[in-house]
Every structure is written in C-alpha cells, then in structure tokens.
C-alpha cells in the first residue's frame, strides 16, 4: 500500500469512526433508542413537525448536545496536544503536562467558589476564572522558557513546577470549599453530565476556531520542528509561533476546562498515535488529530454513560487510564515507537 492509499484509508475510517461514535453516542445511555426513531426524530426536525414525545426530549434536550459538547471538547483537546507537542519538539508534551489544564482548573474551581455569592455572573465566572488561569500560566512559561538555553526544555520545566502550585493551591481551595467539596472533586474529575446547548455551541465555536488557526499555522510548525537556528535561517520568526501556539493552546484548554472539568491524556495519546500512523507532517495531521480527538472522547462518554447506568462515571476516570496505559507503552518502546518530530 503506498503512501497516498494509506493516507485516504485512514482518513476514510476516521470518518466512518466519528459517524458511528456519533450514532452510538445517540442510541444508547440509561435508556437504548433503536436508530429508525433517531431518524424519524430528525426528520420530523428538519421537515418543521414539532414533537414533545420523551424520545425527542432525550435525544434534542440531552444526548445531541452533550455528543456535541463531547465532539467538541475531545478534537480542543487534541488539537491542543498537537500544538504542544510541536511547540516543545516532544511527543510526549500535552497541556495537562506543561501545567495549562492545571492553571486552567485553579481558575475554575475558584470561579465555582465564587459562583455561589455572585449568581448573577455564576456563567461567566468559570469560564473566565478559567481562561485567566491558562493565560496566566502560558504567559509565565514563556516568560521563563525565554530565559533559558533551550526554550522547549525550559517551558516543559516550568510548566511542571507551575503545574505542582496549582494543583497546591487548588487543593488549598478544597479544603476551604465547605459545602462545594463534593461538587468541585466531583467536576474535577471530568464529565460532560452538565452539557447544554449553550456549552456545547460555545465548544463547538471553539474547536472551529482552533482547526481555523491551526491550517495556516501548519507550515511554519513544521519549520519549528527542524530546531531554533534552522527555523530562523529559513525565516521563521520563531517567537512569534510560539506566542501564537501558547495562545491557542491556552484558550482552547481553558474553556474546555471550564465546562468538562480537567480530562487527561487526550492531547497527548491521540496526536501521539495519529504521527505514528500518518508521519510527522503537521500539514497531513491537523483534522485527523481532531477526528481521532472526537473519536476518543465520544467514546470514554459512552462507556462512562452505560457501564454503570443508571449511575454515571466521570469520563476523565477512563481518559486517565487508558492514557496512562499509551503513556507506559510508549515509554516501554521508546526507540521504537517514539518518532521524532
């Protein structure tokens, strides 16, 4: 099979892979919809016919747009992890690493503690509480990455260090959270279970805008991968790239963060397993990232939905294990598996 056939099969079933979570992700949960009346559901939809029926009430009220929040988030993640594994050259770089989702969900839980004496602004709240936190962090990562020798080694550094204060001092919020204690571990945890049409369309706006800047920025990364001297001889203005990509990267992870809790490994596993099937240019990578990055995140919803419906697991629970199970695979054949980028 040469290159290009390899290249449109794996493009084609990543498709066919997002279709079908997408339907599974409407048919089943605590109760199972047979696909002829998701059809006739959507088609009385499009055709105008209102409905009020109870199918119709799940299928519009709640799983639609917890699939699309969950769709959403999964390909921010992801893109997220391309981004940072990139902006580091090294592919085991992701934001829950380098200290963003941590600074992210400082923000949050903080927001949610002061959601409670500001309900008016209880919405924005969390969501800019968050957006603050990842900035904050993103901007003294590079500050310090700046400072040091070896940028991507520098930033990786810091953000680890910053990474460690805030999950300090959001512990220190915990303890002070009183009677939110159960409801912020809870969220900590990750899960789409609060999914409305207004998160899901904020996220869905979200991911677009990540895949629209990412396009034309694809280039210039791989021009970052070839190492700081090369890029600016051949005209990269590095900085600049790297500004952006932290920019990205923080927004992205920090509104993600801010409606699903913190959910781990996706942007490390996901870009991580697309470059081993695809190469390392980031022009042939972008939208399989974000389909492989949906495909991911619908499913771990799915299973954290049924395994123990009617009950509900956090699906940051099954993103952590199976990325930390990919992480030690990765880990375990190295000089195998690990391509450079």
Not at 69 to 81: E, R
Request: charged fraction near 10%; aromatic fraction near 6%.
């Amino acid at each position: 099979m040469n290159s290009t056939t390899r290249t449109c099969t794996i493009h084609c079933l990543l498709i066919v892979g997002v279709i079908l979570s997408l339907l599974l992700g409407l048919m089943f949960g605590s109760v199972t919809i047979p696909l002829r009346e998701i059809a006739n559901c959507f088609c009385n939809l499009i055709c105008g016919a209102i409905t009020d029926d109870t199918t119709s009430r799940i299928l519009l009220s709640t799983r639609l747009p917890r699939i699309i929040l969950g769709a959403s988030v999964g390909t921010v993640l992801a893109l997220s992890g391309l981004a940072s594994q990139t902006l580091f050259r090294n592919p085991l770089a992701s934001p829950s690493i380098i200290g963003v989702s941590s600074g992210s969900a400082f923000g949050a839980v903080l927001g949610i503690l002061l959601a409670g004496s500001a309900k008016r602004f209880s919405f924005s709240l969390v969501p800019i509480f968050s957006l603050a936190g990842g900035t904050v962090v993103a901007i003294a990562m590079f500050s310090l990455g700046r400072r040091g020798r070896f940028f991507g080694q520098s930033v990786l550094l810091a953000g680890i260090a910053i990474s460690a204060l805030c999950s300090s001092l959001t512990t220190g919020i915990l303890y002070c959270a009183g009677e939110k204690l159960q409801a912020i571990v809870f969220w900590l945890m990750g899960g789409l279970w609060q999914a409305s049409w207004r998160d899901a369309l904020i996220m869905l706006a979200v991911a677009a805008v990540g895949l629209v800047w990412l396009t034309p920025l694809a280039s210039s990364m791989n021009l970052a991968l070839l190492g700081e001297t090369h890029a600016h001889n051949l005209g990269l203005n590095l900085p600049r790239l790297q500004r952006l990509l932290l920019a990205l990267i923080a927004m992205m992870v920090a509104l993600a963060v801010s409606f699903t809790g913190t959910i781990g490994f996706v942007g490390l596993i996901v870009p991580h397993l697309i470059r081993l099937l695809l190469g390392s240019d980031i022009r042939r990578l972008i939208l399989p990232t974000a389909a492989g990055g949906a495909i991911l995140m619908l499913n771990a919803d799915l299973l954290a939905r049924t395994l123990a419906s009617p009950a509900e697991i956090p699906v940051g629970i099954f993103t952590a294990s199976l990325g930390a199970i990919v992480f030690l695979w990765f880990l375990w054949g190295q000089t195998q598996h690990l391509p450079s980028i």
